[in-house]
């Protein structure tokens, strides 16, 4: 059985086969089709966090796409009312995919082991992969392609970011980092993934402008996550020379695009006047969470698991 917790479960052929079924159904929705590909089926939305794209693009798809979804929160007790080996396999006997929202990426791999259908990852602390998907998408919309691409990230190298830098290493994207030294990513990481690119694709610097310079695009999400409240005001100080503004945008080519996932603070990690200019493809970036997930789901619900299910 397939499962989606990183996208290091993918091979770069899924990858484009995800995104070739979401460019379809993104040309049939907006011809007005809706396919029923998941006729009857049943999506859970676990989460242990909030969400207003994720949960939202996931039972909308789900919906306009046939089947159903079932939003559970805190009060089916996840690691709090019954042991996992007896929550998961029950909660997985009865829906036919499972998304995950969580603190902890160790805590869904270890729910992973005992699930009976496949299970996405909805965001963790370590990876976003459906935001990937849907940042490609964008990407590949507003570029034309993928080739000879380059994406400018400023600020905290986290979950957004490492999916990001898989998806890049895996389409051949160049993607350029700029983050203080304590908020960049292990080398070891980075020459992993440029290792099985064949080229430097990857790469971090501390010097935001030089990241910048020439990018297609330029993408930041906020400087402090879910979860890492406590230290707000340390990494307010710490990454205020990596905000995305005007000045950095015109480091970026003349028709640069601004990526954000969203949600957004304006003033902290963008300014008002680049997320609220002609430049900002947030909204488009964010309504495509739908379409690459569309992708995402019926490739995952069919042809994943009839080719491969064990
Ligand atoms: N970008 C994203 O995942 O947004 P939500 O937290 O609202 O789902
Ligand atoms: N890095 C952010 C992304 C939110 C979609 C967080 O984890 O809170």
Redesign the pocket.
Known sequence: MRHVLSLFDLSTDEIRRVLEIAVDLKKKLDLGQRPGLLEHQVMGLLFE?P?L??RVSFETLMQQLGGSSLFLGDDVGWGKREPLCDFMPILTSYVDVLVIRAKSHQKVVDATKFSQCPVING?T?LS?PC?ALADMLTVQELAGGLVDVSIAYLG?A???TYSLAVICSKLKVQLRIGSPKMYQFEQSFLDELNDAAGSELITQTTDPRSAAEGAHFVYT??W?????EAESKQRLNDLADYQVNREIMALAREDAKFLH???ARRGEEVSADVIDSPASVVVQQANNRLHAQKGLVVWLLTEAQSHFSV
Do not use: Y
């Not at 402090?224 to 890492?228: K, L, P």
């Open positions: 966090k969400s794209r994720t965001l602390d976003h935001q905290d986290n979950n957004v999400d906020v402090t996550s879910m979860g890492q996932c969203l949600p």
